[in-house]
């Protein structure tokens, strides 16, 4: 069984979304960090793609 995206406010920095994404793919949350960082200053997006999951991924109690 797939696990499902979420956000983990608890272990996380901002929202949780890199917790959860972390977690989710079993890697290490800096990793995700380091990644969403390029993807923020490189193709400008990664700010727009870390809101939109800000707002789409539920909570890690809400699943």
């Keep these: 069984m797939a696990k499902k995206?979420?956000?983990?406010p608890e272990n996380g920095m901002i929202a949780g979304v890199?917790?959860?994404v972390?977690?989710?793919?079993?890697i290490d949350v800096t990793i995700?960090?380091?990644?969403w960082i390029v993807?923020?200053?490189a193709a400008s997006f990664g700010l727009l793609l870390y809101l939109a999951c800000w707002i789409a991924f539920p909570k890690y109690d809400e699943i």
Excluded: M, N, P
């Excluded at 972390?22 to 079993?26: E, H, P, T």
């Design 5 to 8: 995206l979420y956000r983990d």
């Design 18 to 20: 890199c917790a959860g």
């Design 22 to 26: 972390a977690d989710s793919f079993d």
């Design 32 to 35: 995700v960090r380091v990644i």
């Design 39 to 41: 993807l923020a200053f």
